[in-house]
């Protein structure tokens, strides 16, 4: 979702469970997408990709799910650890006409991992 | 070098001063991309270097800002007559064209306006 001023969307998971981080996007001509994890006081990280013509792409312990028809896209994070708590932020890539470098981020999700 | 390294890590500043803002890409990398986050915000795109094309600058938020990158590698960032509202984390990133939307962040200048 969205976020208000500043404050992030925030979720509270319990170290072990499975977290769910969700992402709606704007333009339907988008073609690529990615998710990045930024720990307090780095930069943004890269988890995970996916290009509109899959609906799903694993990685270790981390699965993007992309939805063309609601424009959604989600992060599901597998038996999540301390080390997971961080911001993550959801980006597009609106390929045409020739600026297919410019992503446009999301404000992100906070993830705090209770152990 | 190993990252994207960015210097300094912390710089505060006067209204009214200018300031510059270093960025170090991965070798190799023929991209490179300056990026601000405002407290609790995602990223704003600045401006993007790629090899000897001319720069994208549409992301500028005004005329004191400019960049250049020196040799195809390292780049500055300056910022004249700063603000307030200028204070920021501005993130550099590089890529490799062959997979330009794949970008590796530095860990950011956190700028402070007085």
């Known amino acids: 979702g969205e976020s208000v001023g500043l404050h992030l969307p925030t979720l509270s998971v319990q170290e072990g469970d499975n977290s769910i981080i969700n992402c709606a996007y704007s333009?339907?001509?988008?073609?690529?997408f990615i998710w990045y994890k930024q720990e307090s006081g780095k930069g943004p990280q890269f988890i995970i990709d996916?290009?509109?013509?899959?609906d799903k792409r694993q990685g270790q312990r981390v699965t993007v799910l992309l939805n063309k028809t609601v424009k959604h896209l989600s992060l599901q994070i597998a038996a999540t650890q301390p080390g997971d708590s961080a911001v993550y932020f959801c980006?597009?890539?609106?390929?045409?006409?020739?600026?297919?470098?410019?992503?446009?981020f999301g404000k992100g999700t906070l993830l705090t991992v209770n152990p | 070098g190993a990252g994207v390294s960015q210097s300094p890590s912390n710089k505060v500043t006067e209204k009214g001063k200018d300031v510059e803002l270093r960025c170090d890409p991965i070798?190799?990398?023929?991209?490179l991309y300056w990026y601000r986050q405002s407290l609790g915000q995602g990223l704003e795109f600045l401006i993007y270097?790629?090899?000897?094309?001319?720069?994208?600058k549409s992301g500028l938020p005004s005329d004191r800002f400019s960049a250049e990158r020196t040799g195809g590698s390292v780049s500055t960032l300056t910022i004249q007559r700063t603000q307030q509202e200028d204070s920021a984390v501005y993130l550099c990133?590089?890529?490799?064209?062959?997979?330009?939307?794949?970008?590796?962040f530095g860990s950011g200048t956190q700028l402070s306006v007085l």
């Open positions: 070798s190799g990398h023929t991209a």
């Open positions: 990133a590089s890529s490799l064209v062959t997979t330009n939307e794949k970008l590796f």
């Open positions: 996916i290009r509109s013509n899959m």
């Open positions: 333009n339907s001509a988008s073609d690529y």
């Open positions: 980006a597009e890539n609106k390929g045409s006409g020739g600026s297919n470098y410019k992503l446009t």
């Open positions: 270097f790629q090899g000897n094309s001319a720069p994208d």
